[in-house]
């Protein structure tokens, strides 16, 4: 596999993947066609926040099975393009949280001590003390906008060097920001208007874009503002006016609308306002966790398996999964089995877990059902895409459980409906790895799901099998296999069978045109010949 890494990730990161047998690319600072180019074959793509992961990029991109941000913020990465193209999109949530913490709060200290302000005049000569005089942190309030990971860690710090903290967060309870020492207040205006420093640590989303502007830096009259979450959040034409004129007493900013920050940008010409160059999570720490973390997660997308922080698949941990792997290909035969049973144009999905898969996790596995139902309709899915897909043609997903299983551990069934009719298909596992179906729509079959399968309605009648199965030699198709089950005796029955070979048309028309047999389905699945040879 290729692993294109087009941002500068810690060498254990690279390393990971290397010892894991695949190529890896570096192409920093790549961009426009270069980029197209370079990500045309990759299978992976690792980025931090200096490459735009645009629709384009995911166009040309038709081997790539994961995007994985070597850090927290997505805001470069078009995480529905992704979806679209049936590409994961991970990020590395933990490992620079702290870094990012530890870098708010010296912004925090850099503007409210004035310190580069001091350390450029010293370094000119000037002994300037008596212009310095800042202002103590201790006993001040805090008001921080966002109380997520960043925000909780700086709380902590904050609070124990004696601040008052106040949080607008409106997507947390009032105990969660007691927790943490804090007053959870209802709107961010509150936040401002308490607050003596102000620090922001919310996404950039449509939502939080420009969230903090000339009206709102206004109630933070007399006060701070420190920015190390993302640029655009807060309008940096507005927070250099008020710094300008005195409106805040300083400001601390790490990152910038837009990156690398133009040198003729009026926030870098403003004294009261510090800068640094998008350093949050720049420690040798925090760039080893993330590479490595995003590594990892590259691999098991690779693998397969599911990725621990994917942004737009589920995700599920490593034990947990274990315990449902095994049902993800009867989830997806099963799917695939059902939607080829059904005529018409498909309007629901319905996965039912029985008995002890009922008291799993089993997000992946209905996205894998989901795969299996889409796939023979020629849908371009993936059990990333394929949710989304559902959801997009209006196709009613459900997923129910129960804890008993009629005569089996688990089941697993999938329903296909088309409005007026539905057929179901229910698969189970025998001695926990051996994949079988074991009712379609209603009949108790037992029947080995792989290659070509022909399921056979007809009456229960004398005759019947051996018509069928005098018509499929007479064509040269080899049974491997079959099962015939019936409601009632002399009612209607179904007959599956496993074949060696494709069905001919002619042996369709043969067996439709007997008044005994009401439908004849080939079903096709893309199981390897291995697994039915090892049968
Ligand atoms: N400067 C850096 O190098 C650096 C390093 C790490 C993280 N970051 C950035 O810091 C920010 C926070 O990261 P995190 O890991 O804590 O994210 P997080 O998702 O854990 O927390 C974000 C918090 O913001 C809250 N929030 C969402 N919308 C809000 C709104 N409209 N008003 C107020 N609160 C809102 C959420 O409820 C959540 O609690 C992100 O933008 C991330 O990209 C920057
Ligand atoms: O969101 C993040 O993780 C930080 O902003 C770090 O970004 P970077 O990886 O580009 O330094």
């Not at 200096?50 to 038709?62: K, L, N, P, R, W």
């Not at 209607?492 to 069978?497: D, F, H, L, P, S």
């Not at 009401?518 to 291995?530: A, Q, R």
């Amino acid at each position: 596999m290729k692993v294109l890494v087009t941002d500068p990730i810690a060498d254990a990161g690279l390393e990971r993947l290397r010892d894991a047998g695949h190529e890896v690319e570096t192409a920093y600072d790549v961009e426009g066609e270069a980029l197209l180019s370079a990500v045309s074959d990759a299978n992976a793509l690792i980025v931090r926040s200096g490459t735009e992961v645009t629709d384009e990029v995911f166009e040309a991109a038709t081997e790539l099975v994961i995007v994985g941000r070597a850090g927290i913020g997505v805001d470069n990465i078009d995480i529905e393009a992704a979806t679209e193209h049936g590409v994961i999109v991970a990020n590395a949530p933990e490992g620079n949280v702290r870094a990012a913490a530890e870098h708010t709060v010296a912004m925090a200290f850099a503007t409210v001590r004035s310190i580069p302000q001091a350390h450029i005049r010293l370094r000119d000569g000037e002994w300037a003390k008596s212009e310095f005089v800042g202002t103590e942190l201790n006993g001040k309030t805090l008001g921080i906008v966002g109380l997520g990971r960043v925000g909780q860690e700086v709380a902590k710090r904050l609070d124990s060097l004696g601040m008052e903290l106040v949080v607008y967060d409106p997507y947390i309870s009032q105990e969660r920001a007691a927790q943490f020492n804090a007053e959870l207040v209802g709107e961010l205006e509150e936040c401002l208007e308490r607050a003596d420093v102000v620090t922001v640590h919310t996404p950039l989303l449509p939502e939080t874009r420009g969230m903090i502007g000339a009206e709102e830096l206004e109630l933070l009259e007399g006060g701070y503002l420190v920015n190390c979450a993302r640029g655009g959040i807060v309008d940096e034409e507005a927070l250099a006016a008020a710094v300008e004129d005195g409106t805040l007493a300083g400001a601390a900013i790490d990152v910038f609308e837009t990156e690398p920050v133009p040198a003729d940008s009026t926030l870098l010409s403003v004294d009261d306002v510090v800068v640094t160059p998008h350093l949050g999570a720049s420690t040798e720490a925090a760039q080893e966790n993330v590479a490595v973390d995003t590594a990892k997660q590259v691999l098991a997308a690779f693998r397969g398996e599911p990725v621990a922080n994917a942004l737009n698949a589920p995700s599920i941990d490593e034990a947990a999964f274990d315990r449902v792997r095994p049902y993800l290909d009867i989830a997806e035969t099963a799917g695939k089995i059902a939607v080829q049973l059904l005529e018409g144009r498909i309007t629901d999905v319905e996965i039912v877990y029985e008995g002890e898969i009922a008291d799993e996790d089993v997000e992946v596995v209905t996205a894998s059902a989901l795969k299996g139902v889409f796939e023979p309709l020629e849908w371009q899915v993936n059990a990333v895409s394929a949710p989304r897909l559902a959801d997009e043609r209006g196709i009613d997903v459900t997923e129910s459980k129960r804890r008993k299983a009629d005569d089996f551990r688990s089941l697993v069934t999938v329903t296909v409906g088309n409005g007026e009719t539905s057929i179901s298909v229910c698969g189970t596992l025998f001695a926990d790895d051996d994949p079988r179906i074991v009712r379609i729509d209603g009949f108790r079959v037992d029947a080995i799901p792989y290659g070509h399968m022909l399921v056979v309605r007809n009456r229960d009648e004398p005759g019947v099998l051996g018509l069928i199965g005098t018509a499929l030699g007479d064509a040269g198709v080899n049974i491997a296999g079959m099962f015939n089950a019936r409601q009632t005796h002399g009612g209607e029955a179904i007959t599956v069978y496993n074949l060696d070979h494709p069905i001919p048309e002619s042996v369709h028309e043969e067996l439709l045109a007997d008044d005994r047999i009401t439908e004849v389905n080939e079903i096709v699945l893309d199981n390897t010949e291995s697994r039915r040879d090892a049968d």
